[in-house]
C-alpha cells in the first residue's frame, strides 16, 4: 500500500514516523519547497509543487498511491484544494489532518479577520507597532502600510513587496513564552497578528500577549474541503491508513 503524505508541518513528520517501517506500506512525504532547509520527514521524499489538481492525479495513478493524507498547514489553501478534487479524480481516499484551531480565554483581546489583506485594513485604526507573525510569503498585504512598524518573524528571510519600516527576525518555532514576553516588552509591540494555525509550538505568543494586554488580530481559518473527513492528530491518521491497509488485498511494492 502506497500513501503518499503531503506534508511539511510538524504533525506531517510525526505522522511519517509513526508509519515509518510499517510492514506492507509504503510511504512518500511531499514538501512544497518554500523552506530553504526543511526538516525531512523518514521515509521517501519529493519537494516542490504537482502542476494543480490535474499534475497531482497524474502523479498519483504514475506512482500507484493508494491514499493520501493532507497533513499541510491549516492555511496551505490551495493545495487542500487540489487534493480534493485529484483525490476525487482517481477514487483515492483522501484525509485531512489539522491540528485544532486556538480558542480564545479569560483576558485574551482578539480581533478576528477573514483575511490577510482584512487584517491590514483594519491595522491602522488599531495600533502603531505590529508583531507580524503570518509568514513571509502574506507580506504583500501589509505592503502599502508606511506608517507602521513591523516586526517580521519567518524562518527565511522575505522577499519583496514587503512594508517599508520592517524588522526581520529569523526563527523557527517552537517559541518559549518567556522568549515571547521579551519580544513584546523589548519591540513595544501593542498589536501581534496571526494565523489561526494551532498548535502549541507558536501558542505562547497569545500568552504573553495576553499578559501584556496586546491586541492579537487572528485570521480565520480557511475551511477544508467539503466532503474531506478530518482528523485532530496524527494518532488518528495512522489508525485511518491501518484500517486501510487492512482492506487491501497484498501485492509487492518497490
Known sequence: ??????????????????????????????????????????????????????????????HT???VVDATH???ETISFNAAQAAADTHVPLLALRRPGWV?????????????????RSLPALGRRVFLTTGRMGLAAFAHLDDLWFLVRSV????????????????????TLDGERELLRRHRIDIVVTKDSGGAATAPKLTAAREAGVLVVVV????????V??????????????????????????
Open 74 to 76: 491549516p492555511f496551505a
Open 156 to 175: 527565511d528571510a522575505p522577499e519583496p513587496p514587503h512594508p517599508a519600516r520592517m524588522e526581520v527576525l529569523l526563527d523557527r518555532g517552537p517559541f
Open 229 to 254: 473527513p478530518v482528523v485532530p492528530d496524527p494518532e488518528h491518521a495512522v489508525r485511518w491508513v491501518g484500517e486501510r491497509l487492512e482492506q487491501r488485498p497484498f501485492r509487492a511494492i518497490d
Open 1 to 62: 500500500m502506497h500513501v503518499l503524505i503531503l506534508g511539511g508541518t510538524t504533525e506531517a513528520r510525526r505522522l511519517a514516523e509513526l508509519l515509518h517501517g510499517t510492514p506492507g506500506l509504503k510511504l512518500t512525504s511531499s514538501l512544497a519547497g518554500r523552506v530553504a532547509s526543511p526538516r525531512l520527514p523518514p521515509g521517501e521524499t519529493r519537494v516542490g509543487g504537482f502542476g494543480g489538481a490535474e499534475g497531482l492525479a497524474a502523479w498519483l495513478r504514475e
Open 65 to 67: 498511491v493508494d491514499a
Open 104 to 120: 480564545p480565554v479569560e483576558g485574551d483581546r482578539w480581533h478576528e479577520a477573514g483575511s490577510l489583506e482584512e487584517a491590514a
Open 220 to 227: 480565520r481559518r480557511p475551511p477544508v474541503p467539503e466532503g
